[in-house]
Each structure stands twice: as C-alpha cells, then as structure tokens.
T-cell receptor
Framework: EAQVTQNPRYLITVTGKKLTVTCSQN?????MSWYRQDPGLGLRQIYY???????DKGDVPEGYKVSRKEKRNFPLILESPSPNQTSLYFC??????????????FGPGTRLLVL | AQSVTQLGSHVSVSEGALVLLRCNYS??????LFWYVQYPNQGLQLLLKYTSAATLVKGINGFEAEFKKSETSFHLTKPSAHMSDAAEYFC???????????FGSGTKLNVKP
C-alpha cells in the first residue's frame, strides 16, 4: 500500500530535550515536506526537500532541522524544543510536478507536546 | 506573493442542504489549487485539484469546485450534505516550481441531522 508513515504518533517531552520525528514514504517520491498545524492557522510549511541532500526552508523553519540522506526518509529534528513548538506535525510527499505529480500525500500526523 | 484565505472558520448546514466552502487565493504565478479534507485524528485526504485544465473540477464524495480567475476564487460545493461530510476542509495553493505550498486556515463543516 502506498503510504507516508510517521513515528511517533504522539510525543510528550520537556523543553530542551532533543527529539526526532521520522517520516518515510514508499512511493519513490523525490519531494518531501514537513508542516505544522495549529488551530486557526492551518498548515504551515517548515522545510521541504526536492531530492536526496537537497533541502530548503519553508515559511516557519526556526527551531527545526531536517536531513535527506535517503530518498524514502525525511526526519524532522528539534534540537532544543520549546513550548511554542507544541503542535500537530505532518509529513508529505509528492512525485514529479507537471505530469500529475503535484498532489501531496500526507502522513497520519505526530502530535507533540513540549512541557 | 502567494496566499490562501478561507472565509468562515465554521460552517453549519442541515443534512441534505447545499455545502459551500469559500476559498480565495493570491498568486503571482499560475496557481494549482487543492481541497483537502481532514477527519478527526487523521491526516489530510485530497478531495480534488485544479491544474490549469478544466475550470470545473469534480472530486470524490460528490464534491466539486470551480476555478474563477477573475474572482481569484476556488470555492468548494456539494449539492446535498451528508452526516459523513462533517470534517475540516483546507484549501491549498502551489505554483511555479511546486516546492512551496500554502494552506488556508481551514473551515470546520458541521452537518446537522
């Protein structure tokens, strides 16, 4: 089954304790992206990756890091989480744009609480 | 600059009534527009998309949307609401190199029996 998976689905942590949220897709997609969803703000893009070793900032990259060492994986790293990073996080992937690949497919989400 | 505005954070309709969810956009490049639905505690599922072909786009579950360039709108409609349509709906925009995506703030649809 074609899918995007995220782990963990729920995470409670404390301020300053480094954490990583994993994202993996099995559709051989070049493009992957991370979003955070906050009430009343919709989804905002954190980082995206056009391919292995190619990443760029979205609209809200502060406090986050990413890496893309393998095509299928795109982990999100919070090196020193703060309470304002409490949110619902989504990973997404898409194929090549222009030939019907503009559509993003989303993972199930990771709910993060930073105390 | 690109942005999406969804008018109405909450919309309530009776079962069987017309559903109309509003989306306006701003884009400096030809836009590709999407509607996604999110059920509680789930990810986002694509309802339909506009990719510069037909301006009237039909999607899943009886939803459709019409791209109107002159009004910079992409409103989502469904002739007859069903209880199972209760969810949050997001309008999204991309364009250019399709690397950056912009989402509206979402509209929660409530369907009354």
């Amino acid at each position: 089954e074609a899918q995007v998976t995220q782990n963990p689905r729920y995470l409670i942590t404390v301020t300053g304790k480094k954490l990583t949220v994993t994202c993996s897709q099995n559709m051989n997609h070049e493009y992957m992206s991370w979003y955070r969803q906050d009430p009343g703000l919709g989804l905002r893009q954190i980082y995206y990756s056009m391919n292995v070793e190619v990443t760029d900032k979205g609209d809200v990259p502060e406090g986050y890091k990413v890496s893309r060492k393998e095509k299928r994986n795109f982990p999100l790293i919070l090196e020193s989480p703060s309470p304002n990073q409490t949110s619902l996080y989504f990973c997404a992937s898409r194929g090549l744009a222009g030939i019907g690949g503009e559509t993003q497919y989303f993972g199930p989400g990771t709910r993060l609480l930073v105390l | 600059a690109q942005s999406v505005t969804q008018l109405g954070s909450h919309v309530s309709v009776s079962e069987g009534a017309l559903v109309l969810l509003r989306c306006n956009y701003s884009s400096s490049v030809p836009p590709y527009l999407f509607w996604y639905v999110q059920y509680p505690n789930q990810g986002l599922q694509l309802l339909l998309k506009y990719t510069s072909a037909a301006t009237l786009v039909k999607g899943i579950n009886g939803f459709e949307a019409e791209f109107k360039k002159s009004e910079t709108s992409f409103h989502l409609t469904k002739p007859s609401a069903h209880m199972s349509d209760a969810a949050e709906y997001f309008c999204a925009l991309t364009g250019g190199n399709f690397n950056k995506f912009y989402f509206g703030s979402g509209t929660k649809l409530n369907v009354k029996p």
